[in-house]
């Protein structure tokens, strides 16, 4: 079996993504992003999602990540993602709707979205 790079555990969940600015491609706006958690959205909000939380200029955003996506890559590659690679997943997801100023409280992130997350940050 080929072993692959992974974005390891290590560290408070706090610190799996860096904080990050996004502009504004309609208005030229900077939102100031900073990640903060993840958790199990199937037991919180009965959604078959991992919900991970960001503050974006103070304001809590969750971009809640498509479950069945999670179970797609293990099927594809024969290994869970961890919690830091789908922090990143949402960190990406969260920067493409910023830059087009679409800024909600909750997103719900598509199993097709995610996998394609997956393969434009290179995740394997």
């Known amino acids: 079996m080929t072993s ?3 974005l390891a555990n290590r560290g408070a969940m706090s610190t799996f993504v ?3 600015e996004v502009t504004s491609k309609l208005t030229g706006n900077v939102f100031h992003c ?3 958690h993840m958790w199990n959205g199937i ?6 999602t991992i919900d ?5 200029d ?17 099927e594809r590659t024969g290994r869970d993602l ?5 922090s990143f997943i949402a960190a990406e997801f969260l920067r493409e709707r910023l830059e087009e100023e679409d800024e909600r409280p909750l997103y719900d992130v598509s199993e097709a979205e ?6 434009q940050i290179g995740i394997k």
Do not use: Q, Y
């Open 52 to 56: 991970t939380k960001f503050f974006v």
């Open 58 to 74: 103070g304001k809590a955003l969750v971009p809640g990540l498509a479950h069945k996506a999670f179970v797609k890559f293990r």
């Open 43 to 48: 037991a919180t909000r009965h959604a078959d």
């Open 34 to 36: 900073r990640f903060s």
């Open 4 to 6: 692959r790079p992974v």
């Open 82 to 86: 961890t919690d830091r690679e789908a």
């Open 18 to 20: 860096g904080d990050f």
């Open 114 to 119: 995610v996998l394609r997350l997956i393969d």
